[in-house]
């Protein structure tokens, strides 16, 4: 199955700045998704991002908060704009593998990348 | 709208006992589903998919399409198994290509 690297892995930023996380995939992939865990909660969808076109925001995520590019099939980056400590989060890159019944599909992760708002 | 409920946050076994950790889900469309483990400090990765009816470390999942129900059962509980579980239906035949997570459940396995 796919192989997701992200970086980086963790940061400590400063209120209004912004971070870029990055998402390598080791081969084509279909479907990419950037997702949120906030402290002691489940994973959270942000947005999907699209090869070639605008990414498609969930309801509370907006594109000037959290700028996406999807350049290839196998890149991504999330950025999360002017921060405050409410990011302070755990962000995780997901591609979709393989198809249908095939043995490998699924949703594989990235390792997350875990930011904290100072 | 899509919505999946992992009722339980915490459940706490011996070792040697089952395990059943439950799932609902309301989703429109036929959703495949997917139960994903995250182990301490690792990376959140697939446990198994019911598309596939596979048996994956001695874990099973039952679809239950009347009770919109699959839930994850294992008769024996090992210490390893202790981690959190994430209940997610995704992808429909409607082209809904999202996967959405539960709550969890952290499954606590003591010796």
């Known amino acids: 199955s796919a192989v997701i690297s992200q970086k980086p892995s963790r940061d400590i930023c400063q209120r209004g700045t912004s971070l870029t996380i990055q998402c390598q995939v080791d081969?084509?992939?279909?479907?990419m998704f950037w997702y949120r865990q906030q402290p002691g909660q489940s994973l959270t969808l942000i947005a999907t991002a699209n090869q070639g076109s605008e990414a498609t925001y969930e309801s509370g995520f907006v594109i000037d908060k959290f700028p996406i590019s999807r350049p290839n099939l196998t890149f991504s980056t999330l950025t999360v704009s002017n921060m405050s400590p409410e990011d302070s989060s755990i962000y995780l890159c997901?591609?979709?593998?393989?198809?249908?019944?095939?043995?490998?599909?699924?949703?594989?992760f990235g390792s997350g990348t875990r930011l904290t708002v100072v | 709208a899509q919505r999946v409920t992992q009722p339980e946050k915490l459940l706490s076994v011996f070792k040697g006992a089952p395990v059943e950790l439950k799932c609902n889900y309301s989703y429109s469309g036929s959703p495949e589903l997917f139960w994903y483990v995250q182990y301490s400090r690792q990376r959140l990765q697939l446990l198994l998919r019911h598309i596939s009816r596979e048996s994956i470390k001695g874990f099973t999942a039952d679809l239950n399409k009347g009770e919109t129900s699959f839930h994850l059962k294992k008769p024996f509980a090992q210490e390893e198994d202790s981690a959190m579980y994430y209940c997610a239906p995704g992808p429909t035949r409607s082209g809904y290509n999202k996967l959405i997570f539960g709550a969890g459940t952290r499954l606590a396995v003591h010796p």
């Open positions: 997901s591609a979709q593998a393989g198809t249908g019944a095939s043995p490998n599909y699924g949703y594989t």
């Open positions: 081969s084509q992939v279909t479907m």
